[in-house]
């Protein structure tokens, strides 16, 4: 397979300038670049541009990927909805990071595989995830926590991921609602490869989570019982085009975005590792039970079906040898294969009855009065209706 590249950023709070356009334009003279996006894909050569830069000067959102196995993910919010060191709690090495740049904090999480194969089923677009930005915005903090676990979800694919030291590290704060994923964060987890059954084990002990419903009496009384100075800050901040960041704050402030406290559970990644084993074999034998016993009632039905043809046959066996002479008759395949298939129920028939030696003087009979088609005497020979 040839090598492919995907780059996707996305400026959300602010597009970009006619300046800043053309600046990014310098790094790339076949990306596809508007105010608010832009997009390139490489079958050969690379971009030039750091997509970490990039981030901290342009755009709030940015996805890549590889044909050789990396998928990454970083986003741009302002420091005030976001602080730094409560992101930093779920950091793991290279593969989660967070800085703060200017007056943004940068989050960048990064998911390694060999692919053998190319995922089709991987979104490929930013859409599908950057809604996980305005969740964070709003204090839902189960993206940081699926970042975390997706990268200590690796080790199970590569044993080589971390020093077993790592196997002890304690496990972040567990935010609550993991158990009911929004569409973005469950984008975000397939992005990440994040295993279900890790994810499953992990949210045994998250709480469950309620939207908070803002009351816009309740809010505008709020707003209204703000200083005056602090009304004129925020005001001014709307006009120098910062009204995202504003909104942000000011519903971050009055009550969050959801409701549901953060667990601290002591568990470690060993731990949570085993768990996940534990609940794939119990779920894969539970999966193989259910398999046998649809194998089984299928089976069953499949004789009872049969027993129903067979009694149908036995009502008029004069009947169904006629049917078998006008399907070989018209000497097609596929009226040969008909033939076929109710000579081998008349066969079944008769061992079930006990009338095998009439059977057999039929079947020779046909057989002799048909031994010149030789496509049917094989057919017949490969069935086991030798007449002996």
């Known amino acids: 397979m040839s090598e492919y590249q995907y780059y996707e950023f996305l400026a959300i709070d602010r597009p970009l300038t006619s300046q800043q356009q053309a600046e990014v334009r310098a790094l790339s003279t076949r990306a596809h670049i508007t105010a608010t996006s832009f997009t390139n894909e490489y079958h050969w050569g690379d971009f030039r541009g750091d997509p970490s830069r ?76 950057v809604g996980i930005r305005a969740e964070l915005a ?59 059954d890790l994810l499953a084990a992990a949210a045994e002990v998250s709480r469950a989570v309620q939207p908070v419903q803002h009351d816009r009496q309740a809010l505008a009384a709020w707003i209204g019982a703000l200083p005056a100075k602090r009304k004129d800050e925020l005001l001014l901040r709307v006009a120098e085009e910062d009204g995202a960041k504003v909104r942000w704050e000011l519903l971050r402030e009055f009550g969050g975005g959801i409701t549901g406290q953060e667990v601290e559970t ?44 067979l009694n149908r046959l036995a009502q008029d066996l004069d009947a169904a040898w006629d049917v078998v002479e006008t399907s070989i008759g018209t000497k097609k395949p596929r009226e040969y294969d008909l033939a076929l298939e109710l000579l081998r129920d008349l066969h079944a028939l008769a061992l079930r009855d006990e009338h095998t030696g009439a059977f057999t003087e039929r079947l020779t009979h046909l057989r002799e009065r048909h031994q010149g088609k030789r496509s049917l005497i094989k057919r017949l020979d490969d069935a086991g209706l030798t007449a002996e």
């Open 266 to 309: 002591g568990r470690t990644v060993a731990q949570l590792l085993d768990a996940a084993v534990a609940r794939r074999h119990a779920r894969e034998q539970q999966e193989s039970a259910r398999h046998t016993e649809e194998q089984a009632r299928r089976e069953q039905e499949r004789r009872q079906a049969r027993e129903l043809r």
């Open 54 to 129: 990039m981030m901290e000067r342009y755009y709030d959102a940015h996805l890549y990927l590889a044909n050789w196995g990396t998928h990454r993910i970083m986003l741009r919010l302002p420091k005030a909805v976001l602080d730094l060191k409560q992101a930093e709690r779920y950091c793991v090495g290279e593969q989660v990071s967070a800085w703060t740049s200017g007056g943004h904090l940068v989050l960048d999480s990064t998911s390694e595989a060999e692919e053998e194969y190319w995922e089709d089923d991987v979104e490929r677009s930013l859409s599908a995830i």
């Open 138 to 196: 709003a204090g839902d903090l189960r993206p940081l926590y699926l970042a975390w676990l997706s990268a200590y979800g690796a080790w199970e694919r590569d044993e080589d991921a971390f020093d077993y030291e790592e196997e002890d590290e304690l496990e972040p704060p567990v935010p609550p609602g993991l158990g009911s994923l929004t569409a973005p964060q469950r984008a975000l987890a397939d992005f990440l490869r994040l295993d279900d």
